[in-house]
């Protein structure tokens, strides 16, 4: 069965760094969502990808994060420098096409700064 | 802005019994709402799918429905069951909004 991939499950890293997160969706699926998911709360659209454009990145705090999708399949969402306030569940999402097509999660990337 | 709320926020409920979850969402012109399980530590999986031109959607023991017009949503699940214990999460497509979930425990 067809999944999303993500890597690293999980990630340790200290305040100031910097750190990358990797995500493989669902092959012919043109749409690529990232989100951020704190504890307790629903998940957060940080930037939507159509094929390798960006559609919308309005949540994305520009100044610190960025995201790329170069050849429109896999993507990477890459935070620097980390900070404290950036602890969550990095999610990652696909469709066939965008808001029309049934949303596939990957199982997502435990981001902790220290 | 689209506002996409879930009530109640945790639901206990002994094992056999029906539910009901609610989500509400605010601006009516969506493409699409899709109800998603979460389980502790991990992704989302999706549950049921339905289109803006849609009225409900059925898989197994679950029925979703759609009222656009009132900005609602419920997800029913029939005859509960302790694997059925994990968050539920309701998602608005247009731009991609989620309410912050009912957390549903079934005791044995």
């Known amino acids: 069965e067809a999944e999303v991939a993500q890597s690293p499950r999980y990630k340790i890293t200290e305040k100031s760094q910097a750190v990358a997160f990797w995500c493989d969706p669902i092959?012919?699926?043109?749409?690529l969502y990232w989100y951020r998911q704190i504890l307790g709360q629903g998940p957060e659209l940080l930037v939507q990808f159509q094929d390798e454009s960006v559609v919308d990145d309005s949540q994305l705090p520009k100044d610190r994060f960025s995201a790329e999708r170069l050849k429109g399949v896999d993507s990477t969402l890459k935070i620097q420098p980390a900070e404290l306030g950036d602890s969550a569940m990095y999610l990652c999402?696909?469709?066939?096409?965008?808001?029309?097509?049934?949303?596939?999660f990957g199982q997502g990337t435990r981001l902790t700064v220290v | 802005k689209q506002e996409v709320t879930q009530i109640p926020a945790a639901l206990s409920v002994p094992e056999g019994e029906n539910l009901v979850l609610n989500c509400s969402f605010t601006d009516s012109a969506i493409y699409n709402l899709q109800w998603f399980r979460q389980d502790p530590g991990k992704g989302l999986t999706s549950l049921l799918l339905i289109q803006s031109s849609q009225r409900e959607q059925t898989s197994g023991r679950l029925n979703a429905s759609l009222d656009k017009s009132s900005g609602r949503s419920t997800l029913y699940i029939a005859a509960s069951q302790p694997g059925d214990s994990a968050t539920y999460l309701c998602a608005v497509a247009g731009k991609s909004t989620f309410g912050d979930g009912t957390t549903l425990t079934v005791k044995p």
């Open positions: 999402a696909s469709s066939l096409a965008t808001g029309a097509g049934e949303a596939f």
């Open positions: 092959s012919g699926h043109a749409t």
